[in-house]
């Protein structure tokens, strides 16, 4: 049986680091594009092939057929350094919810590029030449608790856009302002999403009426399905001259926008 190193492995090039962070996620699209949904992004899961030379996305336990409500499996709760609540340092801040705990949030796109964002933070932050930095930071989001977790991690997000969280060391400047900007891409992206779904109801009315109503950022789905791929590529950790070879990778199997 084969066996993968992780992507931390990557953390002593930063460049070879975002080139394979890129590349899976421009795999995890494709294979969203086809329906078969991952849904379970994480640092173990994404990992580095020395044989090859490539990056792998593994550990498909989670995966889900389109629509599916989630986090059905963290429903029963668990303690911190469980599988499950490993995962809660990375889910989408939507799923850490009383709702999403319910069943009664369904799983989009969205919520898996949020995941892909918390994990790159992660590592940028916590990991430098292969190994885990001495008295790494982010400890905070480990926690038993899934609401303390959504509200440090946030926190972090937060901190990092404003500039008042220390830039690691090792981690240049192309890297670390693009980070930042996309951070700051994703957070807007999320609140249009929320205002979306929010007025959704009055959008499909009046598009009943008049299909001529439809354009860009009314539905959504501009925001939380693949439709939204080529708006998140502008993100500037996407346009970094490392990931650039990887875009267009997905582009003829992604639903145009409005």
Request: charged share 20%; hydrophobic share 40%.
């Given at each position: 049986m084969a066996t993968f190193d992780p992507i931390t492995s990557l953390s002593n090039d930063w460049n070879a680091f975002l080139a394979a962070f890129s590349a899976l996620f421009h795999c995890h699209a494709t294979l969203?594009?086809?329906?078969?949904?991952?849904?379970?992004?994480?640092?173990?899961?994404?990992?580095?092939?020395?044989?090859?030379?490539?990056?792998?996305?593994?550990?498909?336990?989670?995966?889900?057929?389109?629509?599916?409500?989630?986090?059905?499996?963290?429903?029963?709760?668990?303690?911190?350094?469980?599988p499950n609540a490993g995962k809660w340092i990375f889910m989408a801040a939507e799923l850490l919810s009383l709702d999403a705990m319910d069943g009664l949030?369904?799983?989009?796109?969205?919520?898996?590029?949020?995941?892909?964002?918390?994990?790159?933070?992660?590592?940028?932050?916590?990991?430098?030449?292969?190994?885990?930095?001495?008295?790494?930071?982010l400890g905070e989001w480990i926690q038993t608790d899934y609401l303390q977790c959504r509200e440090r991690r946030r926190r972090t997000f937060s901190q990092i856009i404003?500039?008042?969280?220390?830039?690691?060391s090792g981690i240049p400047p192309d890297i670390w302002v693009p980070l930042r900007m996309a951070l700051a891409s994703m957070r807007k992206h999320s609140q249009d999403a929320i205002e979306a779904q929010k007025g959704e109801a009055e959008y499909k009315s009046f598009v009943a009426f008049d299909?001529?109503?439809?354009?860009?950022?009314?539905?959504?789905?501009?925001?939380?399905?693949?439709?939204?791929?080529?708006?998140?590529l502008t993100w500037?950790?996407?346009?970094?001259?490392?990931?650039k070879k990887f875009i267009g990778l997905v582009t003829e199997r992604i639903p145009k926008s409005l």
């Open positions: 969203w594009s086809v329906d078969i949904q991952h849904t379970g992004i994480t640092q173990s899961n994404l990992m580095w092939d020395c044989g090859s030379a490539m990056p792998r996305l593994c550990d498909f336990d989670f995966s889900d057929e389109p629509g599916s409500l989630r986090p059905k499996p963290l429903k029963m709760g668990c303690l911190a350094g469980s949030v369904k799983l989009v796109y969205r919520h898996e590029v949020e995941a892909f964002m918390a994990v790159l933070v992660w590592i940028i932050c916590r990991y430098q030449d292969g190994k885990v930095r001495v008295s790494p930071p404003m500039g008042i969280f220390p830039q690691p299909p001529d109503f439809a354009f860009d950022g009314r539905s959504p789905d501009d925001y939380n399905s693949l439709r939204a791929l080529p708006k998140i500037s950790i996407f346009k970094h001259k490392a990931a």
